[in-house]
Structure formats: structure tokens, C-alpha cells
């Protein structure tokens, strides 16, 4: 299968945003592009300039790379901010299982490729303020979310 990553227009987007439950502006929005059966499942998301992501824990093995824009990810430790780092276009990361953070378009958005592992199917936990779970997002949820 090729697909043109930069083609918005050609993918079937799930948005994301406003929630009041935050107090940080949610806006951002996903696109399936494929996954195995294994584990392995890879998404394209996209930030509105200056709004977030919900916040969350990597349950699984995260690759990332910005594709537009900038992105700035905001990293915790036991609910203490500990990092904050504005990855640019063509910046790849690669995050272990566990990692909690938020991410935030640039002053144009971000759109950027995400590749995950996860063997038992779990992606990440959406958390409140204070960190704890409101939900878990599975492989299943996401295949039943672009399902529809």
C-alpha cells in the first residue's frame, strides 16, 4: 500500500477536542494508516497550532516522527513537569513504555507518524490533571474507533 502522508485530504481522520474535563486547550486528531496483527499498528496525528493532546502514559514501545510543523512535548515524572522539548520537522524519537506527557502543536501544528508496539495490545492510558486513568486506549478501541 503507498499512502501520501502530507495529503490530508486522502485519510479518514477521528478528531479529538475541545473536552472541558482540562483545563489546556484539547484539538488534535488521528488517522489509521495500518497494523499486523502482532502488535505493531501505526498512526498519523495531527495538532491544531497551540492545542493539545490529552494527557497520557505509553503502555508500549513508541517511534515517532514529525512529518509539518513543531510539537512540543511536556514530560512528568510522579506529577512533576521534568522536561520540555519543541521537536522540529524530521526530529525522530524513539519512547520506552511508561513514558507520561503531553504534546502541543507549534505555532503551525504538527503532523507527525507514530509507531507502536504493543505485544498484549495495550496503547496508553488517558489521564486527568492529576494523573490518574480514565481510560485505556487498546489496539482494539483504535481499530473500532476508524472502523466506524
Not at 29 to 57: M, N, T, V
Amino acid at each position: 500500500m503507498k499512502i501520501d502522508l502530507l495529503d490530508k485530504e486522502l485519510m479518514s481522520w477521528q478528531d479529538y477536542g475541545p473536552d472541558d474535563r482540562f483545563t489546556f486547550p484539547i484539538g488534535y486528531g488521528g488517522a489509521l494508516l495500518g497494523h499486523d496483527g502482532q502488535g505493531h499498528i501505526d498512526l498519523l496525528y495531527r495538532w491544531e497550532p497551540g492545542k493539545y493532546c490529552h494527557f497520557h502514559r505509553h503502555l508500549c514501545e513508541v517511534r515517532s516522527t514529525v512529518l509539518q510543523g513543531s510539537l512540543e512535548v511536556v514530560t512528568f515524572e510522579e506529577g512533576v513537569e521534568v522536561s520540555k522539548v519543541t521537536r522540529q520537522v524530521g526530529s525522530y524519537s524513539h519512547m520506552p513504555e511508561g513514558d507520561v506527557h503531553m504534546e502541543r502543536g507549534g505555532p503551525e501544528g504538527a503532523t507527525v507518524l507514530f509507531n507502536l508496539y504493543a505485544p498484549d495490545g495495550r496503547l496508553t492510558e488517558m489521564l486527568d490533571e492529576q494523573g490518574n486513568t480514565l481510560k485505556t486506549l487498546t489496539i482494539e478501541t483504535v481499530l473500532k474507533q476508524f472502523a466506524n
